[in-house]
């Protein structure tokens, strides 16, 4: 049986093969009307486009490139499925390379995407990108690390802190301590000033909230080890200085803060509240289920495709589109014990 073909669909649909053309890439000069009598008229045929030459007419390659700094961080393999099956759903495909989170390798993986003739490049920037030139002319969507005079969409890293920050309040605790994210991370200081933001007004309210003593903060790589040596460092103090609540600024480390306190016999959260942020699917797997601030991976994800394939106005230089972030209650945040 021979392979039906895009002119069997035209000559059959009444139309021009350009015009099964544009209702193959979705273009929107197809009224409703006809793009539902065409792709009925596909499907019964069982016409499937052949990728190759579909490229070679209309010049695209039916390929988003992404790169990300780390494959093995749990936020960015589900940033990545999230994107490729945003992709699929328009026909396309990804190709994923990592930086390693260095602007040299960053570079030249930016350049290896754009010789493959990819259609357009979600970038998760190194946390050195200062140094970084994007090439013109291609599409190219920032995420998560927003870099300034691109347009990017993210979390709202800030006011999902202060959410958190603000969930702890609310079941009594004044000691609150804050594992940040590294320094020169993007996301990570976006998140220091949430919580420095919400412990402000936390002391600034006529509510009768007073906050004891400074903020408890202590800086940390966003992964697991790095949490549990920071969760040591904020709960080596007498039991009345300790914080009674610690937000981690990554799922990752405050699952690293957990183990640091069943090491040190403090139950959890009868003795410690525990707050993670991502809401990565390992959190709900801990024992107890981490209660966490929730990026919406997904719909960053999607997003970004759609701005790739313009299906979706690119957010303008410098303002970013930005997600609320949501609180996923587990079982590691409860009321603080008197002291």
């Known amino acids: 049986m021979s392979k039906v073909g895009i002119r069997e669909v035209a000559k059959l649909a009444g139309v021009s093969t350009g015009t099964v053309s544009r209702i193959l890439n979705d273009h929107p000069s197809v009224t409703n009307e006809l793009r539902a009598r065409v792709t009925a008229i596909i499907k019964d045929l069982g016409y499937t486009p ?3 030459a579909r490229s070679m ?8 490139g992404i790169v990300i700094p780390d494959l093995t961080n749990p936020f960015f393999a589900e940033l990545v499925q999230s994107a490729e099956q945003a992709a699929a759903n328009h026909g396309y495909n990804i190709i994923v390379m990592t930086s390693f989170d260095h602007a040299a390798k960053e570079a030249d993986r930016i350049k290896q995407l754009t010789s493959r003739k990819v259609d357009g490049i979600m970038l998760v920037p190194s946390n050195d ?3 970084l030139k994007l090439p013109k002319g291609l599409p190219i969507v920032v995420v998560d690390r927003l870099m300034p005079g691109y347009s990017g969409i993210a979390a709202d890293h800030r006011n999902g802190v202060r959410l958190g920050v603000e969930h702890l309040l609310q079941l009594g605790h004044r000691r609150i301590g804050f594992i940040s994210g590294p320094g020169h991370s993007v996301p990570a200081n976006d998140r220091l ?3 420095l933001d919400a412990i ?12 004891a003593g400074p903020p408890l903060i202590a800086e940390a790589a966003f992964d697991y080890e790095s949490g549990r040596s920071a969760g040591n460092y904020l709960l080596a103090r007498a039991r009345n200085e300790r ?3 610690i937000f981690a600024s990554s799922d990752q480390q405050a699952i690293g803060c957990m183990r640091a306190a069943h090491d040190l016999g403090i139950p959890i959260p009868a003795a410690l509240s525990i707050l993670g942020f991502d809401g990565i699917p390992l959190a709900s797997m801990t024992t107890p289920r ?8 997904q719909d960053i994800a999607a997003a970004a495709v759609a701005v790739l394939l313009n299906k979706q106005t690119a957010p303008e230089l410098d303002n970013p589109i930005l997600f609320a972030c949501e609180i996923l209650k587990g079982e590691t945040t409860a009321p603080p014990q008197p002291d």
């Not at 007419?57 to 988003?64: A, Q, T």
């Not at 402000?200 to 906050?211: S, V």
């Not at 981490?290 to 991976?297: A, D, F, G, N, R």
């Open 290 to 297: 981490l209660t966490t601030v929730k990026q919406p991976i």
């Open 193 to 195: 000033r949430g919580y």
């Open 200 to 211: 402000e007004q936390a002391r600034e309210r006529a509510d009768g909230t007073r906050m």
């Open 243 to 245: 914080p009674t609540a």
């Open 57 to 64: 007419r209309g010049k695209v390659s039916r390929l988003i």
């Open 50 to 52: 052949d990728p190759s």
């Open 129 to 131: 990108f200062h140094t």
